[in-house]
């Protein structure tokens, strides 16, 4: 699976940005499931989850995400999306799309090290 990202730059606080992933080399059998997830890290700081769609497509946000970010995907262009809304200063970080192999209704994970698949990166940058 590669991913790629875009939509990375700078916002001023309260302002909005889109990221997009867009996949490819994913399994298409009809058992073959993943999580589509979007991280973050902030120089000098562990990489942390934002948010997931799990295995049946719902959405799951950290605490942090919660209410501001919105996670979407368009199946048919096979690229999920990470809509951020209300930026903080303390949302500056590089964002990373991730990808998991899972089984039918398998779990997620947030932490980033049981993530299979990964693209290169965008950095958003709010200022105050």
């Known amino acids: 699976v590669q991913l790629m990202e875009s939509g990375g730059g700078s916002a001023q606080a309260g302002g909005s940005r889109r990221l997009s992933c867009e996949g490819s080399g994913y399994d298409t059998y009809s058992d073959s499931f993943y999580c589509r997830g979007w991280f973050r890290q902030r120089s000098g700081e562990e990489r942390e989850w934002v948010a997931a769609l799990n295995a049946n497509g719902d959405p799951e946000y950290a605490d942090s995400a919660m209410g501001r970010f919105t996670i979407s995907q368009d199946v048919a262009k096979s690229t999920f999306y990470l809509h951020m809304n209300s930026l903080k200063p303390d949302d500056t970080a590089k964002y990373y799309c991730?990808?998991?192999?899972?089984?039918?209704?398998?779990?997620?994970?947030?932490?980033?090290?049981?993530?299979?698949?990964w693209g290169q990166g965008t950095q958003v940058t709010v200022s105050s």
């Open positions: 991730a990808a998991r192999p899972v089984s039918r209704g398998g779990y997620c994970s947030n932490f980033w090290k049981w993530w299979n698949y």
